[in-house]
């Protein structure tokens, strides 16, 4: 974990495509990340996502995939498989990150700070769990695998998070 995290904005992941992905490039804008599996009873939430991203993104919001295996070895075998399987699939075209491991001792930083920061419960339990981060790099929520991108709990956690970068300007 970067030595004096406190913000998710101190994080990176790397691109699908391979390159860094930092989190800070983010700031000023509202992130919905999420941690995915391509062969997960939960899998057709790309479609609400890849919804979500097209409706929002011109106001702020960026939607963030990270793929990962360690809920019942439901992911692909490499970021070459993933991308092509969510362009085909979903049309998915808002970043995604390489695979990760999201719980554990070798959960990725981002995630480990989550659990140091807003205990266990913000922790991915299965697929698909989401965060909605703010202009400034707080967790604002989170939500269950359960709750659907169409969820009006998230999309008012979404407006709400949009509604405050916008004031701040």
């Known amino acids: 974990?970067?030595?004096n995290a406190t913000t998710?904005?101190?994080f990176s992941f790397i691109s699908i495509d391979g390159g860094d992905l930092p989190l800070g490039n983010y700031e000023g804008k509202v992130v919905l990340l999420v941690n995915t599996a391509s062969m997960c009873g939960f899998t057709g939430q790309?479609?609400?996502l890849q919804t979500?991203?097209?409706d929002y993104k011109d106001r702020g919001l960026v939607v963030l995939g990270i793929p990962s295996n360690?809920?019942?070895g439901q992911e692909l075998d490499n970021a070459k498989q993933v991308k092509a399987f969510c362009k085909l699939n979903y049309d998915i075209n808002f970043p995604m990150s390489d695979i990760v491991s999201v719980k554990g001792p070798n959960a990725h930083p981002y995630y480990k700070w989550i659990a140091d920061t807003h205990g266990r419960l913000a922790v991915p339990r299965w697929n698909f769990h989401k965060h909605v981060i703010d202009a400034n790099g707080e967790l604002v929520d989170w939500f269950a695998s359960t709750t659907?991108?169409?969820n009006n709990r998230l999309i008012n956690a979404i407006e709400t998070a949009l509604a405050k970068r916008?004031?701040?300007k």
Do not use: N, R
Request: charged share 20%.
């Open 52 to 54: 979500l991203w097209a």
């Open 166 to 168: 916008s004031s701040s």
């Open 148 to 150: 659907s991108p169409k």
């Open 8 to 10: 998710a904005h101190d």
């Open 1 to 3: 974990m970067p030595a």
């Open 46 to 48: 790309y479609e609400g």
């Open 70 to 72: 360690d809920f019942g």
